[in-house]
């Protein structure tokens, strides 16, 4: 069990230069943009633009803050991404822009190079505890809440507003939130 705190999260410039992502994590551990296996990060998006492209990755974008955007992948009809939708998954190597709904958004971002791994991005909001069966060979738990407590493998910790836990194999979670939460379930799979 890993504990990530936000201070801890490193900025960095996006691919495309026309912003700043927060990388939450990256595995292998330093790799880059060009050679990671995984990458959960999140971003500020402040302008309507277009998504930099990532060869042989799959990614999935979940908006975190702010109206929404709505985002055109491949060329489809537009798919309208609030705090209140669903995480959406898409090809990283496809045409993808977005347009923003009504002024900024921060969105979390999870990628995984499709050869390698694969994963799922779940929204859970809870006012109770709820216990959390993981079965990935990674799962990443991102609070968006101010007070998130949580037990697992007998560790009690209490995670704020972008902290994050990382478990590696099956794990047994304990939520609990001090009033309404609203976290984030990542499952990361090796392919091989």
């Known amino acids: 069990m890993r504990l990530l705190l936000a201070t801890m999260h490193r900025r960095m410039p996006w ?6 992502t927060t990388e939450i994590i990256v595995s292998p551990k330093h790799a880059g943009l060009e050679d990671f296996d995984w990458r959960i990060s999140m971003a500020k998006v402040g302008t ?43 090809p990283g190597d496809v045409a993808a822009s977005a347009r923003l709904i009504a002024g900024s958004i921060t969105d979390l971002n999870v990628m995984t190079r499709r050869t390698a791994w694969c994963h799922e991005t779940k929204r859970l909001r809870l006012s109770e505890r709820q216990a959390l069966r993981c079965a990935a060979d990674v799962t990443l738990i991102l609070s968006r809440s101010r007070d998130l407590g949580l037990v697992a493998e007998a560790q009690h910790c209490k995670l704020g507003i972008d902290d994050a836990l990382v478990l590696e194999g099956p794990a047994y979670l304990e939520l609990a939130p ?11 799979e090796r392919v091989v």
Request: charged share 20%.
């Open 15 to 20: 691919k495309n230069g026309g912003g700043e």
């Open 48 to 90: 309507d633009g277009p998504f930099s492209a990532f060869a042989g990755i799959d990614r999935t974008l979940s908006v975190i803050e702010g109206e929404g955007i709505a985002l055109s992948v491949a060329g489809e009809p537009e798919i309208v991404l609030t705090t209140q939708s669903q995480p959406f998954g898409f």
């Open 178 to 188: 001090e009033g309404e939460a609203t976290l984030f379930v990542v499952e990361l």
